[in-house]
Nanobody, 125 residues
Framework: QVQLVESGGGLVQAGGSLRLSCAAS????????MGWYRQAPGKQREFAAD???????NYADSVKGRFTISRDNAKNTVYLQMDSLKPEDTAVYYC???????????????????WGKGTLVTVSS
């Protein structure tokens, strides 16, 4: 199986920055897409950003231009640099890994949609 562990959350003032990290471990040969989702209090979980193993990125409109996603494929780690933070960015941020291949010899062995437990980001006004 695959485990995802997020780190880097915390309390920051509006306009500040934080960098989240998520490390994947387990039986991993490669991960197609890694991403970040967030869930604000009383709201549904929403997409923030993702990145493919080839470096193609995708951002929600609400974070575009302020957040930067990156990854280190050798370390199975994804990062989220969050700048110009706003109070509305306050949420639990969850790491996601989708289509994880377990073997380089058997492309039929893969898993879908793994989640971390989340890290809390609080932005004060």
């Amino acid at each position: 199986q695959v485990q995802l562990v997020e780190s880097g959350g915390g309390l920051v003032q509006a306009g500040g920055s934080l960098r989240l990290s998520c490390a994947a471990s387990g039986s991993i040969f490669s991960i197609v897409t890694m991403g970040w989702y967030r869930q604000a209090p009383g709201k549904q979980r929403e997409f923030a950003a993702d990145i493919t193993s080839g470096g193609i990125t995708n951002y929600a409109d609400s974070v575009k231009g302020r957040f930067t996603i990156s990854r280190d494929n050798a370390k199975n780690t994804v990062y989220l640099q969050m700048d110009s933070l706003k109070p509305e960015d306050t949420a639990v941020y969850y790491c996601n890994a989708d289509r994880v291949y377990y073997s380089d010899h058997d492309p039929t062995r893969f898993g879908l949609d793994f989640w971390g437990k989340g890290t809390l980001v609080t932005v004060s006004s």
